[in-house]
């Protein structure tokens, strides 16, 4: 098992366990605290900024906002928002399977070290993360000056934003696959292949169907991440306004031009993503509980009887 | 090659070298290589050894500072969220109240939310005039644009880490090891300290890592409320960002080679945590793997 990452789906039941006896919980004066302790901890640290950022994104009214989603700048970061999600995440969405394929599938030397080093990107800082392409593709970066003969521009352009974007974003589709197809095994899958089915066979018709969920689930993640992405993408998208302002980097420029109410409204929206992404991780995990229980019914059901025929 | 029952091995092999090469290790390897390339400005000034330079560098008094601030709000915010982290980690999974599952689902929003954007909202919420800030002023407590906030964006954005480790652990516990010391005769709160929790300390330590890890490369929930003072609130990827301001690429590139090999530390330093982890567990005759 390699690093923890917050907002991969948990297999494990949510609910706790109904039967509750006296040496299992505490007395109510001990638990009554802890929870109001939990609670207030939570509605300082997470409901406060919520409320704050819908708040002020509403202090114009409707028609602020509508003066927000009508500035042309706005409406372009978000044109550019979405091109570079949807370049990133399908390109880490391969990555992800081939990866989680490789690590679950096979045993072969030095496969811890390739689950740590597939971690990595999680764990630097998002600006080193746009550092190393600056140094690689800037104008004094190593490719620096055979990129400005041959008229390319990687740094400060939409590439950069989408080379930043990948690094950052790199391990979630991967993470979020790599626990569920290790607890499924690979006995389905080779037997389907000692009955002679293909190998592009055993993956759609086998492997993809039972982590459909987790690969959705890592796709909107990686999404969600991706259009939120803002270390990596100031260092690479330069100062060149409207030209590579993604959302997030506009949400900056509105901030520090005292368009609060602007800022605000652009970063609600932003905000409604990340929403999205828990209610759809609830719903997922919610999910992936039942058809687990299900399996694992169905397994005892079948024991006694003789392997049915597909 | 050892044969394989399944196929694939040298396609998902070859492509996940492949991506990591050109998205990861490569990137990387080039930070360090121009790292270790003098500047003109250097050389101009008569310096021939690189090493030398690069420790010139990473140890200005301004980097210097960045890192002392960087690591200190990141050490106390991840010790917060070790205590609270720890608290709300055992209510969720061990008591039943109304809002249970809406705060269980509240917990990932620092990961959901775009760093960006819980950066400005908390610089509007502790502001001197924001709904906090202005609580807090007639107390003489300022919190934005000083370490203070800092350490407030950084305990935000840690939370999940420490919730998210000790939560399945917790879960995962047997009932019937409490039940035990209860029957021999301990008190609740000597099966909490000798029994339940030794289970819990090395995810505990972990989630506290990992928050840790998290805080000092942090950039966009910080850089809206630190106000980036050099030698008061400038953290380590801030200086950075002016160190490419100021066209000085190869000071970046030294400190940025500084913060990699820190990551890779933080992360050696996970993974053997959670060796131990699993070792516990399965010494425990937990049913995790």
């Known amino acids: 098992m390699s690093a923890v990452v917050p907002l991969t789906l948990a297999a494990a039941p949510a609910r706790p366990a109904s039967r509750s006896n006296a040496a299992r919980t505490e007395p109510p004066l001990v638990r009554w605290t802890l929870i109001g302790l939990a609670v207030a901890f939570i509605v300082l640290l997470l409901i406060f900024p919520l409320l ?103 740094a400060f352009a939409l590439p950069g934003l989408v080379l930043g974007t990948v690094f950052v974003t790199f391990p979630y589709v991967a993470r979020n696959l790599i626990p569920l197809m290790e607890s499924l095994g690979r006995g389905e899958e080779e037997a389907a292949i000692s009955l002679g089915a293909r190998g592009w066979q055993v993956f759609l018709l086998i492997t993809l169907p039972r982590v459909k969920w987790a690969l959705l689930y890592g796709l909107v993640l990686c999404n969600a991440r991706a259009m939120g992405e803002f270390g990596a993408v100031t260092v690479l998208a330069g100062n060149v306004r ?68 597909p | 090659m050892r044969k394989h029952i399944l196929p694939g091995f040298g396609l998902s092999l070859g492509y996940t070298l492949f991506g990591l090469s050109l998205v990861v290790l490569f990137p990387i390897a080039a930070l360090f290589h121009r790292a270790f390339v003098l500047p003109p400005e250097a050389i101009a000034t008569g310096e021939t050894s690189s090493l030398h330079f690069i420790w010139a560098t990473i140890t200005e008094p301004e980097v210097l500072e960045s890192y002392r601030v960087s690591l200190e709000s990141s050490l106390f915010a991840a010790l917060l969220n070790g205590v609270f982290g720890f608290i709300i980690a055992w209510v969720l999974s061990r008591y039943e109240f109304p809002g249970r599952r809406l705060l269980d689902a509240l917990v990932d929003l620092p990961f959901a939310l775009p760093t960006a954007v819980a950066g400005i909202a908390l610089t509007e919420l502790y502001a001197p005039n924001g709904w906090l800030g202005s609580l807090l002023a007639p107390y003489g407590i300022r919190v934005a644009f000083t370490q203070t906030g800092i350490t407030v964006a950084l305990i935000f954005i840690g939370l999940p880490f420490v919730v998210r480790t000790v939560q399945p652990v917790i879960q995962s516990l047997h009932g019937d090891v409490e039940e035990a010391a209860a029957c021999l005769g301990a008190d609740r709160w000597q099966t909490f300290v000798r029994v339940i929790l030794p289970a819990l300390i090395p995810a505990w330590i972990t989630g506290i890592t990992l928050a840790f890890g998290r805080a000092v490369g942090e950039y966009g929930s910080v850089v809206f409320i630190a106000a980036n003072i050099p030698f008061k609130t400038e953290i380590a990827p801030i200086l950075i960002i002016h160190k490419l301001e100021q066209f000085n690429y190869a000071g970046a590139a030294a400190i940025g080679g500084a913060m990699v090999l820190f990551s890779v530390l933080i992360l050696a330093t996970v993974t053997t945590l959670q060796r131990w982890h699993s070792r516990r567990t399965s010494g425990h005759g937990g049913d995790e793997s």
């Open chain 1, 52 to 154: 704050t950022i819908f708040h002020e994104a509403f202090s114009k009214g409707w028609a602020g906002l509508r003066t927000a989603y009508s500035d042309p700048g706005t409406l372009e970061s978000i044109r550019l928002t979405l091109t570079v999600a949807a370049i990133a995440v399908p390109f880490n969405a391969l990555f992800g399977l081939a990866a989680a394929w490789l690590i679950t599938r096979f045993d072969f030397r030095g496969k811890r070290l390739l689950e740590v080093i597939i971690d990595l990107p999680i764990w630097i800082s998002p600006v080193v993360g746009g550092l190393v392409f600056l140094l690689l593709f800037g104008r004094q970066g190593l490719f620096g000056p055979w990129l400005i003969d041959h008229g390319i521009k990687i």
């Open chain 1, 242 to 309: 409207g030209l590579t302002s993604t959302m997030p980097l506009q949400v900056e420029n509105l901030y520090n031009d005292y368009h609060m109410a602007s800022a605000f409204a652009l970063a609600s929206l932003l905000t409604l993503l990340g929403i999205v992404t828990l209610i759809l991780k609830t719903f997922i995990e919610w999910r992936t509980r039942r058809d687990l229980a299900a399996a694992s019914a169905e397994i005892e059901e079948s024991l006694p009887e003789p392997i049915p025929t």
